[in-house]
């Protein structure tokens, strides 16, 4: 058997292995794409081992990441500090090895896969951040940034809609530089996917504008070397390789069916693999000399050498650019973005009058995007309703990549997990815009944002019952209920334009993950704040009007109501009332104990919070004894003044369930 056979049987091996000791995973997917991977890995994806981190690797994605041992396999081989111990604790506690890739787990992983569709949709993300990065800083004779995307991904990834979504527009991006290959195996979970799968995905992609090389064996080196050099040599269209392979390649009797995609094979079938493909090598055991023919490190260290050398020239001939460059790859802020920031926020409470907080944000974005040239803004067709554009918004298109504005198009799933690629490919800091409601749609690209901890920017508008007469398929109510309950998102529901104003600079500021804004549609006055006020608003929670002594009653409230608890405070005679602003319920979390009970003291017992939408997060802060003033149903079709009324959100209703809390 060829050379060549026998480094990809060196993937099988591993994959079939690994996934027989841990009693789970699947060897399907592995044991059928390991050809097309080390057509790939060995002779074309640019990468260097030592250093994951190298600004101008080619990125690669495993969609279709239920086959993780595939990545793991190929990381190990090329020389990744991923080594056999690792490969042997595959699906265990702590080990570098979880079940489906996980960025930050694994030196070599790009981004965490396993939902299927949400990888070629990150690709698509770090496709467009290449070319767009790219065309802002290559110069004649110094293409600094110059790399492809490879993605791998399978049926299900196809069936899924958000590879609809991604893929239809990286065609009308011309990404030229993307490069998917189809594990077309006719297999999934519950069979041949005959029964419930027969799109003609060529004429598909061709429809989408992508260059199509169908039919290709993917068991047959040559003929997948002839289809990546063919891809390669088409610069303005994204391509897709598909690829015919057969699930469990050289397993004589789970070869081909569903029994191999999810589970192990079993020790008497491994035996029956290893005769198969020639393969009499222990567990776990690779030959020197192909452990030697897969080694990726010295040609990875001569590729970022050469690199180094070129950017080394670049930086002599361009050193602002440079400079520039690489502070945004290095996530390090404007150093003139802070103090033109408070300097901003100071000013937004000189507004004459209130305006929708939808609209604050837009007035940031102008404010702050003149020292954040690193932002790529964006709206799921809504620009107009988001506000999510500024005097500086250039849109990026095919011919003109270099711009900072994406029209995503109807497509909030794929806007979602395309800005958690941009992130993950560096340079640049993300927003989209969509309503409050359709981020449903986008929910699970969230969840991989907050899981993976990328920085991400969400302007969700148009946040409750006050969007008004487009009715409760529009208005969300539990939206932000489930969002608070996500890990590692940081929500903001700002009161008005300088706790807005606060958001974004938080939102700027906050590597740790990504950050959803809540804004009305609405307009809501600015509410006055010292500056002492204003400095405590990044605390996520502060008292925003007092009374003297210890209240009798707290009312916490955000948004659109703090209005509504600054009213009534006034009109409840006879009592110390308390108003506190909670914008930001997570980061006012994140304080110290003292400082939370400064703000809401152990010993004021009665409590009101009032949110329009679904309450029952707010008894950790007002007691089961508490009130609170919230949605319980879904809302109703008519202008937002008389909704407001109907569901009690107004100043009679406050004063008396306030009444109440003091008649116990």
Not at 132 to 154: E, K, M, S, W
Not at 373 to 380: L, Y
Not at 580 to 597: A, G, L, R, T
Request: aromatic share 8%.
């Amino acid at each position: 058997m060829s050379s060549r056979f026998q480094l990809a049987n060196a993937i099988r091996a591993l994959s079939m292995d690994a996934v027989q000791k841990a009693k789970s995973g699947h060897p399907g997917a592995p044991m059928g794409m390991a050809d097309i991977a080390q057509v790939l890995w060995c002779d074309h994806l640019r990468h260097n081992p030592s250093n994951p981190e190298w600004v101008n690797r080619d990125r690669f994605v495993l969609s279709n990441g239920h086959g993780s041992m595939l990545i793991y396999s190929l990381l190990h081989l090329t020389g990744y500090a991923l080594n056999i111990e690792d490969i042997k604790s595959f699906r265990q506690l702590h080990s570098k090895t979880p079940g489906h890739p996980e960025f930050g787990y694994t030196p070599g992983v790009e981004t965490t896969t396993g939902p299927l569709g949400q990888g070629v949709a990150n690709a698509v993300g770090m496709a467009i951040a290449e070319k767009t990065l790219a065309a802002q800083f290559n110069r004649p004779g110094y293409d600094v940034i110059d790399h492809n995307t490879y993605t791998f991904l399978g049926d299900g990834c196809l069936m899924e809609g958000i590879s609809h979504e991604v893929c239809s527009l990286a065609g009308t991006l011309g990404l030229g530089k993307l490069i998917a290959f189809y594990d077309d195996n006719g297999i999934s979970i519950d069979g041949e996917v005959e029964g419930w799968f027969t799109d003609d995905t060529a004429k598909r992609f061709r429809s989408y504008g992508w260059h199509v090389i169908g039919d290709v064996d993917g068991h047959d080196p040559e003929a997948i070397q002839q289809a990546i050099e063919l891809a390669k040599s088409e610069t303005n269209k994204p391509s897709i390789i598909c690829c015919k392979t057969t699930i469990g390649f050289g397993s004589p009797n789970k070869g081909g069916k569903e029994d191999c995609h999810g589970a192990p094979l079993g020790d008497a079938e491994i035996e029956l693999v290893r005769k198969e493909l020639n393969w009499p090598h222990a567990p776990f055991e690779i030959p020197a000399e192909i452990m030697q023919a897969w080694d990726a490190r010295a040609n990875g260290s001569k590729l970022e050498s050469e690199w180094n050398d070129t950017f080394i020239a670049y930086r002599e001939t361009y050193p602002d650019l440079a400079a520039e460059l690489t502070r945004r790859l290095s996530n390090r802020p404007n150093a003139d973005f802070e103090g033109a920031a408070r300097a901003y926020i100071a000013k937004t409470q000189n507004a004459a009058e209130g305006i929708a907080t939808r609209k604050a944000s837009q007035n940031a974005i102008e404010a702050y995007a003149p020292y954040i040239p690193e932002f790529i803004g964006g709206s799921a067709d809504l620009a107009g309703s988001n506000l999510t554009q500024w005097s500086g918004a250039k849109g990026i298109s095919a011919q003109q990549p270099e711009g900072n504005y994406l029209y995503y198009g109807v497509r909030e799933f794929g806007m979602c997990a395309i800005m958690n690629g941009i992130k993950l490919h560096g340079g640049f800091i993300p927003f989209g815009g969509t309503f409050l409601m359709f981020m449903e749609y986008a929910r699970n690209a969230i969840r991989m944002a907050a899981l993976m901890k990328q920085q991400a920017i969400y302007v969700f508008t148009h946040d409750s019952i006050g969007l008004g007469e487009d009715g409760p398929t529009h208005q969300p109510v539990e939206q932000l209920s489930s969002m608070r309950a996500t890990p590692n998102l940081i929500n903001w529901r700002p009161c008005d334009a300088t706790e807005t104003a606060v958001a974004w600079k938080c939102a700027i500021e906050n590597l740790s993950g990504p950050t959803a804004l809540i804004l009305t549609r609405q307009g809501l006055p600015t509410q006055p704040k010292s500056s002492e006020q204003i400095a405590l608003i990044e605390k996520g929670g502060y008292i925003l009007a007092d009374c003297e002594g210890t209240p009798d009653l707290i009312i916490i409230a955000t948004g659109s109501e703090v209005e509504l608890a600054m009213k009534a405070k006034e009109g409840i005679a006879n009592r110390k009332i308390r108003v506190v602003s909670m914008p930001s319920c997570e980061v006012f979390e994140q304080q110290d104990d003292n400082y939370k009970q400064s703000v809401l003291p152990a010993n004021v017992t009665k409590r009101m919070a009032i949110e329009a939408a679904h309450g029952d997060f707010w008894y950790k802060y007002v007691g089961l004894n508490g009130v609170i003033i919230s949605m319980n149903r879904f809302g109703e079709s008519a202008p937002a003044s008389d909704l407001f009324k109907a569901f009690g959100f107004d100043v009679e209703n406050v004063m008396e369930k306030a009444q109440s809390l003091f008649s116990e």
